[in-house]
């Protein structure tokens, strides 16, 4: 055998070293096991078979890497080391993985591990943190590098000590301003370039007590602008004091920027602004002229088309055939009245001039009245009319006026969109819901109907449907812009729908509070006593010709003694030469040559008589704006009663007034 005691040397140690749980093997170089060394009493065979195993898989290249392993006889896991000697035999050792983990040890060296990572991964944080905030910080430097920029000037500025610290200044302030000072020095050398006349506000508003006062209320922004001297030239600048009470309580940061350009922009703007205001409103204005003079010009003649046909058909001096023609003509004039005032009450809605005026009134006598005006009407187009009313309480508090107003337009349509044969219905239920009361008003009629794409422009002026029919298109396209306009203003919301030959359905509900039954019974008994106009004397002032005479037979035909002037000067003068208590009342028109209405009203009641001062001025006149109504009012006039004259009003307006 090729042995020799110098090549046993390096085995040595290796036998003879006790490890608990290491296994040793000598084979030779085919790979026959020589000596063993091993925790386990296996058979000889065994073992050689297990050794001669080992040296084929180092022969293969297996346990090439420090980590390399295989299992055992006990299917533990092992660690494979070896080596090769030069005659060939190899020494192979197994350690268990335990072992060579240190064993029970490897709790502490995994303990020792993870706090070693936990470390790092906090130096690790603590680095990519530093490095964020650095980031952040040279953000916030070039942000603030930015804003500082805005400002020509900036001052911090300590409440306590009263004293500033220079950040920024302004080029012509360096020598005397310097790095630090005194507040009060600092606002020393302010003065000396702030505006003439602007310094004692300026330096009331901020004094180092008016910006403690600030602080104290938590008032973090606080400026404004005004003139400062650069050089020999004067610009608009800002100043303001920014405060942040969590950074400091005690310092605030004074800054001023040049907003001589935005501040030149922003007066050019108002200038303009002013200039456009001024002449929007004298183009209103000059609008409201227009409209007004349109209503007098075009109410005045037709005050007498409307009134001579009334008289011509109470008349009964005339054939079938004539009252037929007078019937026309006083219906021409009607529909040409009730254009008239579509387009005054559009002008008075967008001008803003539209009030409510809530009264108590019988809403089931007030419908009635209404569909009574329509049924003549019914009759005489051969129409199916019909009302429904299904309301608990009668008297409601609301504007009587304008819900008739909206009725008559929606029953109107019905009519005129509507063909022989066809059937109209007004419908009138209360909604009560608790302490609210709400009143839902349906028109509907089985006429032409309208086209789905024209539903989305009902309510805009002077729209009009358009389509093939036997009627012909008439109207303004005003009255449903003005319903809805009226029954927006009302709190209400109105509802239709509508197709080409089946018919429109209208739906207005409009809110109301319920009257007093009693006390509104006893203003309708008031009304109903004796004509206490039979035999008074009126004063009527009236310049126009055939208006005095309409005027003069329809007030006599109801026993009045009727006194005529034919302007306001001499209704004046006829007033004033006359005695005391002789006239019982005075129709005034507004606008007459010489002296006008609301002079005349004026001068009367200066006069020092005192039925001058009692007697009742009722305006009978063209002019139906409401600062027409207005403008009666304040000249010293009771009532507004506008032309044509509905005599139904004017007599119960002259009654009211007598009592």
């Not at 001024?278 to 409307?306: D, Q, V, Y």
């Not at 009560?432 to 009361?437: D, F, G, P």
Request: with cysteine.
């Amino acid at each position: 055998m090729d042995i020799y005691p110098s090549k046993l040397q390096g085995l040595r140690n290796v036998l003879t070293e006790e490890i608990e749980g290491n296994a040793l093997y000598l084979c030779d170089s085919k790979g026959h096991l020589i000596y063993a060394k091993t925790p386990w009493n296996k058979p000889s065979e065994k073992l050689d078979e297990y050794a001669h195993t080992l040296f084929d898989n180092v022969q293969k290249g297996y346990f090439s890497s420090y980590d390399d392993s295989f299992k055992d006889f006990n299917n533990e896991r092992r660690g494979v080391y070896y080596s090769q000697m030069e005659n060939g035999w190899m020494i192979i050792m197994t350690i268990p993985f335990d072992t060579l983990l240190l064993g029970e040890s490897n709790v502490l060296m995994y303990g020792l591990l993870a706090v070693g990572g936990i470390l790092i991964l906090i130096l690790l944080f603590m680095f990519v943190r530093d490095i964020l905030h650095s980031r952040k910080i040279k953000e916030a430097d070039r942000t603030v590098s930015i804003l500082s920029d805005s400002f020509y000037a900036i001052y911090r500025v300590n409440l306590k000590t009263g004293m500033y610290t220079t950040l920024k200044n302004a080029a012509d302030m360096d020598e005397k301003v310097g790095m630090n000072g005194t507040y009060d020095h600092l606002l020393q050398m302010i003065e000396t370039v702030v505006e003439k006349g602007t310094y004692q506000e300026f330096a009331f508003c901020f004094s180092l007590d008016s910006i403690k006062q600030r602080v104290k209320e938590h008032i973090a922004d606080y400026g404004g602008d005004y003139k400062r001297r650069f050089n020999d030239r004067y610009k608009w600048v800002n100043i303001r004091t920014l405060y942040n009470e969590k950074i400091s309580s005690e310092e605030v940061i004074l800054c001023f920027r040049d907003v001589d350009v935005e501040k030149r922009q922003e007066l050019q703007y108002t200038l303009l602004l002013q200039e456009t205001l001024e002449t929007n409103k004298k183009s209103a204005e000059a609008k409201e002229t227009f409209f007004s003079n349109m209503s007098h010009e075009m109410r005045t003649p037709l005050n007498a088309i409307i009134g001579f046909s009334k008289l011509a058909l109470e008349s009964g001096d005339m054939s079938d055939k004539n009252k037929e023609y007078i019937k026309k003509i006083s219906f021409s004039g009607q529909n040409m009245l009730s254009l008239i005032n579509d387009i005054l009450e559009l002008s008075r809605l967008e001008a803003g001039h539209s009030r409510l005026d809530y009264r108590d009134f019988n809403l089931e006598e007030c419908i009635h009245n209404i569909s009574g005006s329509f049924e003549a009407k019914a009759m005489e187009d051969k129409k199916d009319f019909k009302v429904n009313i299904d309301i608990k309480n009668k008297y409601i508090k609301g504007d009587e006026l304008k819900v008739v107003q909206i009725l008559n337009n929606l029953l109107s349509n019905a009519f005129k969109y509507s063909d022989a044969g066809d059937k109209v219905l007004l419908e009138v239920k209360e909604l009560e819901y608790r302490q609210y009361h709400k009143i839902r008003f349906t028109s509907k009629d089985s006429g032409i109907g309208m086209s789905a794409s024209f539903l989305n422009h009902l309510f805009e002026p002077y729209a009009r449907e358009t389509h093939f029919s036997t009627k012909s298109t008439i109207g303004t396209g005003l009255g449903m812009p003005i319903v809805k306009s009226l029954v927006e203003q009302m709190s209400g919301e109105i509802e239709v729908e509508s197709k080409l030959k089946e018919g429109t359905t209208f739906v207005v509900t409009l809110p109301f509070e319920v009257a007093n039954a009693q006390v509104s019974e006893e203003k309708k008994d008031e009304k109903q006593t004796e004509n206490v106009l039979q035999g008074k004397k009126v004063l009527l002032a009236e310049d126009n010709e055939l208006n005095r005479e309409i005027a003069t037979e329809i007030l006599q035909m109801h026993d009045l003694k009727v006194i005529c002037a034919e302007n306001g000067k001499e209704a004046l003068d006829i007033f004033q030469s006359s005695s005391p208590y002789s006239f019982d009342l005075i129709l005034m028109d507004m606008q007459m040559p010489i002296m006008d209405g609301c002079e005349a009203s004026e001068k009367i009641r200066s006069l020092d008589r005192d039925d001058a001062r009692s007697i009742p001025i009722i305006a009978v006149t063209a002019n139906a704006f409401s600062e027409d109504v207005a403008r009666v009012l304040r000249s010293g006039m009771n009532a507004h009663i506008a032309k044509p004259i509905d005599f139904n009003v004017l007599q119960e307006v002259m009654k009211a007034h007598l009592k």
